[in-house]
């Protein structure tokens, strides 16, 4: 029956324990109960702060989330303190300094993606409705996120970027103007007038609805002396979205084809010329007889 005995002698003990520990326990609890307050009180005054500001949405969510955790550090730290006299605040700091650093190791890749967020969310260059790319990533910013970001590419397929991919690496924002410059290539034939053939097409990109030639000049260069035909390079001002600068391709190369079209000007097929060294025998083909 000894170890019975023993057995027992340790569960009064830790009864014995549990009993003088419960106000400190009921203290603990009404120091969490009051912290919950505090952040919640606090989480609405800041709401209410920044309710008329232009700040993201994210990055609103970032201050409330920064403040939660700050405030529920210091309740749990005070309720620690309460159940474990022992326990100082300079300990615990301790104890949280050494269990930081191996944690960060655990999750080196989660803390880098969160402080990229962080700085991503201060960026004024990338908003949310941009068109960007990123390691071969395109399309428009949907949210960004304390870890994450969303692009919805234009073929309706949503992709998730960790935003430390998108700190490291370079960013294209298409739509950090209104604007944006597109080039196409023209060939026309050799015989052609180059200045005739550069002012017909100079006027076809002119006359598209979808160009800004009020503010950006349309630019029309001979380029280079192509297999079959001169290359004119054909520049021009539109909008920056992707579907603006779709539509205006359209509309210019049709109008550009066109109005070449009408002046008599060639836009060449590729022409091959076989040179031989040596004469070649020609027969003409004799059909039989039926």
Not at 41 to 68: D, G, N
């Amino acid at each position: 029956m000894e170890p019975v005995k023993i057995l027992m002698t340790q569960i009064n003990g830790i009864a014995r324990s549990a009993i003088a520990a419960a106000p400190l326990i009921a203290i603990a609890l009404v120091v969490l109960l009051i912290t919950w307050g505090i952040s919640a009180t606090a989480q609405m005054v800041l709401r209410k702060a920044l309710k008329h500001s232009r700040l993201r949405e994210s990055l609103k969510e970032l201050f409330h989330l920064l403040l939660s955790i700050l405030i529920w550090v210091i309740g749990l730290m005070v309720a620690a303190v309460v159940v474990f006299p022992g326990l100082t605040p300079a300990s615990i700091l301790a104890g949280l300094g050494i269990g930081s650093v191996a944690i960060g190791f655990a999750f080196k890749d989660v803390f880098e993606n969160f402080l990229a967020g962080i700085i991503i969310l201060f960026r004024r260059e990338m908003r949310i409705g941009d068109f960007i790319e990123c390691e071969g990533i395109e399309g428009k910013v949907t949210r960004i996120a304390i870890r994450e970001s969303h692009i919805r590419q234009t073929d309706g397929q949503l992709v998730i970027v960790p935003n430390a991919v998108m700190f490291k690496n370079p960013v294209i924002v298409r739509t950090d103007l209104d604007v944006r410059r597109v080039t196409v290539i023209c060939g026309v034939a050799y015989d052609v007038d180059l200045d005739a053939a550069r002012d017909v097409m100079t006027a076809a990109v002119k006359s598209c609805g979808t160009v800004r030639a009020e503010d950006h000049p349309v630019q029309v260069f001979a380029q280079e002396f192509g297999e079959s035909s001169v290359n004119f390079e054909v520049t021009w001002w539109t909008g920056s979205a992707p579907l603006d600068v779709r539509t205006s391709r359209d509309e210019v190369v049709s109008a550009v084809k066109r109005a070449l079209d009408d002046a008599g000007i060639e836009i060449p097929f590729p022409y091959r010329t076989l040179t031989f060294k040596e004469p070649l025998p020609l027969t003409r083909g004799v059909k039989e007889a039926e």
